[in-house]
């Protein structure tokens, strides 16, 4: 895999997966993705904490790790 590669994850251990605007907990909800959905990571973008993500209805965002599966 090249850096910066999108690879593909899935949201587990929740409901619904909140995206938020920036890696921060406090950040601004733009969305949620449900339970099993696939998600691209961005690992170039991403931080210790918080994927950045593309979710398949096409907004991304930043959601934390510990409920992404990849």
Do not use: H, W
Not at 15 to 34: C, M, Q, S, Y
Not at 48 to 64: I, K, L, P, Q
């Amino acid at each position: 895999m090249r850096i910066g590669e999108p690879v593909i994850g899935r949201v587990v251990r929740c409901a619904k997966l909140n995206v938020r605007k920036d890696p921060d907990a406090d950040a601004e909800i733009l969305g949620t993705i449900p339970a099993g959905a696939e998600v691209m990571i961005d690992e170039s973008e991403s931080t210790d904490d918080f994927y950045n993500v593309c979710a398949a209805s096409g907004f991304e965002g930043f959601c934390m790790k510990q409920f992404v599966e990849v």
